[in-house]
């Protein structure tokens, strides 16, 4: 029993009022006409048109609302529903009532029994518990002219010429009911907003030919292209690149190019609906916005590539093989960052305050906005390698073919710079994205194809390695130098496992039936049913963007 108690806290789970249910559809409509022509034996003609639309729609049955007064937000430092209606008392007529309406009789407070299971009243229930929806429509409206052809001749050459001009409008729109508007359920919530984008593209691209079929210069060639584009939401920005392509002999080829890139925010990343949900913030499960972020700028790269391949000939026919190293700097990054790296980089460096709404007089966070957006810089360096061999094989009196392909990717660098300068590597990362900023990869991916092919049947094995890695490079376990159990960012192990997966398929051609155009397929995804390894995060318990869950 309470003793002269004027207060308690009370924890419940209650299931006993039901599951949120999340219903989605989507339907998808694209149109696409093109026409294309000669103008002489080398110059080409084409245009083209397309439209698309996608429609999505989403119910949340049963969500919990949170609002005093439908369509009108709450202030932080106002009661929920749920804490209206538990906290009761008799009025004059000894009835139970909500409290509130001692003085608010109008509030439509409806109190409710939270002492044991299914305990509260229906009425209770439907003050507490709603239904809501968004609807949400994506268009876009395409049209571009190209042409090309031979412009003149080198002692090496033709010099191909291609230009042409690109028109997009692109558009999204959500709607939503009023409370979900508001931001009035506990999760799911979606603001109504709308928008769009109209861009106009010209562009221009070349190849010069300097030497052709001379010794130690089986062909040499130097290659541009250049493109002017207009944001109606941003403005215009000019993009180009320049390279090289050099074949001393017949098997073996260099290239490089450089390269000014752009990529402007398209409509989900401004318009999309802004929706409520929850994150660990300072140990405490705290509300969220994420969604679009209408001001965002595009970003712009500078990237560097070089490589070199060769083609197997005589003994080694069959053989094929690549390496391409490649270093990507890119500002003004389109990302999210964490409601817990937003609080950091507020406290610490006073930036970033704005996406945070604090409880009146503390520095304890009571809603974090997460939206997209534009970060400093992102660094990426890293090598991309291929192998692929081809031979005849002939197995249990068939004659067939054996294909093996082996590409892998080794990546040195993934580094972030937020607005503090502070940078956050994430090259060997195999766990979530707990740390806001973006996701990690290990340094090193692997995927290897075996297949054999024989008259109609074809059989494959896909085997694809993950290197383990940090689970999160903000952190410092044991298994790292500098480890102190008394560090704030200390976790109990940042190690995440590596997997090697493999994928079985086969498919049979029936060359006797309707002429050879009926195929028979199957595959069996992780043949050796491996468990991910353990990464838990608000997004599940590993990181499934790398791993079979």
């Not at 060639?221 to 090289?244: P, Q």
């Amino acid at each position: 029993p309470l003793t002269n108690a004027t207060s308690f806290v009370l924890g419940r789970m209650g299931d006993d009022f039901g599951y949120a249910e999340n219903l989605n559809k989507s339907d998808v409509v694209r149109v696409l006409a093109g026409l294309g022509g000669s103008i002489t034996d080398t110059w080409k003609w084409d245009v083209s048109a397309q439209y698309g639309r996608t429609k999505y729609e989403q119910d949340v049955l049963n969500n919990r609302i949170q609002q005093q007064v439908i369509g009108v937000p709450n202030a932080t430092n106002q009661p929920a529903r749920i804490q209206l209606a538990a906290d009761a008392t008799t009025n004059g007529s000894g009835q139970i009532v909500c409290r509130s309406t001692l003085t608010n009789p109008n509030n439509g407070c409806v109190p409710v029994n939270l002492f044991g299971v299914n305990n509260f009243s229906a009425a209770a229930k439907a003050y507490l518990y709603g239904d809501g929806w968004l609807n949400q429509e994506f268009t876009q409206k395409a049209f571009a002219a190209n042409l090309q052809g031979d412009v003149f001749s080198t002692w090496a050459g033709a010099v191909p010429l291609a230009v042409g001009v690109e028109y997009r409008d692109n558009s999204a729109s959500t709607t939503a009911d009023p409370i979900s508007a508001s931001s009035g359920f506990y999760v799911s919530n979606s603001a109504v907003v709308s928008g769009g984008i109209k861009v106009k593209e010209g562009f221009a691209e070349t190849v010069v030919p300097l030497a052709k079929d001379l010794p130690l210069a089986r062909s040499l060639s130097l290659n541009g292209a250049y493109r002017f584009t207009d944001y109606s939401t941003s403005g215009t920005v000019k993009t180009w690149k320049y390279g090289a392509a050099y074949e001393p002999i017949d098997w073996l080829k260099f290239r490089g190019t450089r390269s000014r890139d752009i990529r402007a925010p398209n409509p989900a990343e401004l318009y999309s609906p802004q929706v409520t949900g929850f994150q660990t913030i300072n140990g405490i499960l705290t509300p969220t916005v994420s969604g679009g972020n209408p001001n965002l700028n595009p970003e712009t790269a500078d990237t560097k590539t070089i490589g070199a391949s060769i083609v197997g000939s005589g003994a080694f026919h069959g053989l094929r093989a690549s390496a391409d190293y490649y270093n990507i700097d890119i500002t003004n990054v389109i990302a999210t960052l964490s409601g817990q790296v937003l609080l950091n980089r507020c406290l610490q460096a006073g930036v970033y305050c704005n996406q945070i709404e604090f409880n009146a007089g503390t520095t304890t966070p009571a809603k974090v906005s997460v939206v997209s957006l534009n970060l400093n810089r992102l660094q990426t360096s890293g090598f991309d390698f291929e192998l692929s061999y081809r031979m005849p094989l002939e197995l249990f009196s068939r004659a067939g073919d054996l294909d093996l392909r082996v590409l892998a990717t080794r990546v040195i660098h993934l580094k972030t710079t937020d607005a503090t300068g502070a940078a956050i590597e994430r090259a060997g990362v195999a766990g979530n994205n707990v740390s806001g900023g973006g996701a990690g990869l290990p340094h090193w991916q692997l995927n290897a194809f075996t297949t054999y092919q024989t008259g109609g049947l074809t059989l494959s094995l896909e085997t694809r390695y993950l290197q383990g890695g940090l689970f999160d490079s903000t952190l410092i376990g044991p298994e790292q130098a500098g480890y102190n159990v008394d560090l704030p960012n200390s976790i109990n192990t940042n190690h995440v496992d590596g997997r090697v997966y493999f994928n079985l398929g086969a498919r049979y051609k029936l060359q006797s039936v309707a002429d050879g155009k009926l195929e028979i397929f199957g595959a069996i995804q992780n043949l050796l049913d491996k468990d991910p390894p353990v990464a838990p995060s608000n997004q599940g318990a590993t990181n499934q963007l790398l791993f079979d869950p």
